[in-house]
């Protein structure tokens, strides 16, 4: 599912399995709309109609643009902190989370590669 925000709601679809759009005023809410949409193609449409893609066992996989994406872990890493990780400068950063300004493929391939780099970290770490 890619999701998307705008100026003020998010929205999400499906490129691989047709019907399933969603919208919400969060994220969250975004995700429980298109969990619902699966819901409502299943209860209304017979099994033979359904997309291959919801039959049996499915799981939804969340690709954000960059602005969705600061936008709903804005609140978890300061854009201070997300310099540091990504080396784009914080202002550069905000611009990106306000829709001021989009980023091109390579920053944000920058971007997911420290988000990665970090989780990964995280991933590692071992509190005693």
Known sequence: MNLCASSDSFGAYSENCEGVYAAGDTIEACKKDAEKAIELIKKNLPEDRWPEQIKGDYQLVWHYDTRSLLLNYGNLLSLSGLERLTGIHQKQLWAY???????????????????????????????I
Request: charged share 40%; hydrophobic share 30%.
């Open 97 to 127: 989370m306000h829709g001021r300004s989009k980023p091109r493929k390579q920053q944000k391939e920058r971007i997911e590669k420290a988000l990665h780099r970090f989780a990964h970290e995280l991933a590692d770490i071992s509190v």
